[in-house]
């Protein structure tokens, strides 16, 4: 069937596969008997890759965590889906060194047989990514070590002090609890309790000037949802411009045309109330403008005023 080299990779991959596999499995999924079985573990132990055995008529062979990464043997479909999660780690900015994404690109590359790298390269020449959502800026470049730390806190449940910087350029220090982490939109955020405050805050983590894990533990709120409350504070940004516009519509359709994310919806009688606030408004003028039912903007002026722009701009390109 194999060659014994070739065996030997094929216990390490259905290890890698299943969580555990009884010996008398491995030897007939690998055509030989237990004996040679057993014998191929010994060679895997032996390389340092950490097999545990478990004696007895219902015994079985797993593979538990050790102190360095094992080979990894990947199926076709697998080897597509790590260069795609690659590909989009890097042009989205994620926190990750780019040498580190760089690097697991090639090596995922130099090892693919020719056919499934030519199909690799043709993904990567093929695909590109568009940032702009509404005017939504690039993804902003932050340092990864603060999403590592955050992301352990929220694991943990463990406190973190934070020196932050926030939108006027003030400068502030304080201990924070935080329940999540959520990308939107080009920035990440990360909602929690805030001691300063003794109240729910939600902050971004590229205005993080220092951050570290306090010995002090938390108990989240089991039905507070992150994604939401972060979505209603960026919609309600202190300082920014409030738009109030009404929807002449169904609850129904106003949420088919602006999702969560854009803002609060309020049924009114007939109507729909949308509700944020916003220190650019021309993404918000052209979501109104593609509508298919009647809008009236309450609030503010400039919105107004703006819409009266570009009303007077199509006529003129219409040659009306």
């Known amino acids: 069937m194999y060659s014994p080299t070739m065996r030997l990779l094929t216990v390490l991959e259905l290890l890698q596969s299943y969580e555990e596999m009884s010996g008398p499995e491995l030897a007939r999924r690998l055509e030989v008997d237990v004996r040679t079985v057993r014998r191929y573990i010994l060679t895997l132990q032996d390389m340092g890759i950490p ?31 790590i260069t795609l999660g690659l590909l989009g780690i890097r042009e989205f900015h994620f926190p990750v060194d780019v040498a580190a994404v760089e690097g697991a690109l090639a090596k995922t590359e130099r090892v693919l047989p020719e056919n499934l790298l030519h199909q690799v390269r043709s993904l990567q020449e093929a695909i590109t990514f568009n940032f702009s959502r509404y005017g939504s800026p690039p993804p902003a470049i932050l340092d990864s070590d603060f999403i590592v730390t955050l992301s352990s806190a929220v694991h943990q449940r463990q406190r973190v002090y934070m020196r932050y910087r926030s939108f006027s350029g003030e400068e502030s220090q304080r201990d924070y609890d935080p329940y999540g982490i959520v990308f939107n939109e080009g920035y990440w955020y990360t909602a929690g309790f805030c001691h300063t405050r003794q109240d729910l805050r939600t902050f971004r983590v590229d205005r993080m000037l220092a951050l570290e894990l306090i010995d002090e533990h938390f108990e989240r709120p089991a039905d507070f949802d992150v994604l939401n409350h972060v979505l209603t504070s960026v919609a309600f940004i202190p300082g920014a411009q409030a738009v109030e516009v009404v929807l002449k519509t169904s609850i129904e359709r106003a949420r088919e045309h602006i999702p969560p994310i854009m803002g609060t919806l309020e049924e009114s009688g007939e109507d729909v109330i949308f509700r944020r606030t916003a220190s650019q408004l021309d993404w918000i003028a052209h979501v109104l403008l593609g509508a298919d039912f009647p809008v009236f903007v309450k609030q503010p002026d400039e919105l107004r005023d703006l819409l009266r722009e570009m009303a007077a701009k199509a006529l003129q390109m219409a040659g009306g």
């Open 51 to 81: 097999v545990e055995a478990e004696r007895g008529p219902g015994g079985a062979y797993r593979l538990e965590r050790g102190r360095r990464l094992p080979p990894l043997l990947y199926s076709d479909a697998e080897a597509v889906a």
